[in-house]
């Protein structure tokens, strides 16, 4: 157990819909990361959350949107669903955004878009 | 968006054999991170990298960060069934105090008995 806590672990929805991921960070880490991971793309950074605020944002979709709340855990939010969104997304937390830190990896959230 | 080269994409080994990998990018980075990744779970990091030139063992596991910045390679001695999987090199840039890190594309490991 790596203390990063994302659940569901699995989820299957239709295309359209709209679907919220949820990652709890390790205990004292300010810091959250979002990641997509698909088959050709590989790890794929989405957002980054430290205390509350948003820090850094990649190449996340406008359908796409997150937040941290003030016990620190953060959500995902993916909506008007396509096929192609299908994919592990993974949350990562860490102490601090600095160099030092490195991340921990929840074991991911597998959507499936049917 | 910036991009890690890995190499290679995937590779077959006897049990026992040794195993290198790399990582090169076209920017500087600050911090090379090495990830292994088993089905169904996320990565968990293998070796952190801070300064250029730096050598560092995690038993079987060498890695090293580049001296121009922008490589890294890990090399794993004497494999063993359970170094299957997938590794992952990941950098973070110079620029920027976010913690982003930038993630290679992967090389998987398989490892024949």
């Known amino acids: 157990d790596s203390g990063v806590t994302q659940t569901p672990k699995h989820l299957i929805t239709a295309t359209g819909q709209r679907v919220t991921l949820r990652c709890s960070p390790r205990s004292g880490d300010l810091s959250v990361y979002w990641y997509q991971q698909s088959l050709d793309q590989g790890l794929q950074f989405l957002i980054q959350y430290y ?31 396509e096929l192609g969104d299908s994919a592990l997304y993974f949350c990562a937390s860490s102490a601090s955004p600095g160099r030092r830190f490195g991340y921990t990896f929840g074991s991911g959230t597998r959507l499936t878009v049917v | 968006g910036q991009q890690l080269n890995q190499s290679p994409q995937s590779m077959f080994i006897q049990e026992g054999e040794d195993v290198s990998m790399n990582c090169t990018s076209s920017s500087i980075f600050n911090t090379w991170l090495w990830y292994k990744q088993d089905p169904g779970e996320g990565p968990v990091l293998l ?3 801070y300064k250029a030139g730096e050598l560092t063992s995690n038993g079987r596991l060498t890695a090293q960060f580049g001296i121009t910045r922008k490589d890294s390679f890990l090399n794993i001695s ?22 982003k890190l ?12």
Do not use: M, W
Not at chain 1, 51 to 80: C, M, T, V, Y
Not at chain 2, 82 to 89: A, E, K, L
Not at chain 2, 103 to 113: D, E, I, N, R, Y
């Open chain 2, 78 to 99: 004497a494999s063993i069934p359970s170094d299957v999987g997938i590794y992952f090199c990941a950098g973070r840039p110079i620029s920027g105090n976010t913690g």
């Open chain 1, 51 to 81: 205390n509350g605020e948003e820090r850094a944002k990649g190449n996340i979709l406008e359908r796409f949107s997150a937040q941290q709340f003030p016990d620190l855990h953060s959500e995902l939010n993916l909506s008007s669903l």
């Open chain 2, 47 to 49: 070796i952190a990298l």
């Open chain 2, 102 to 113: 930038i993630f290679g594309q992967g090389t998987t490991l398989q490892v024949k008995p």
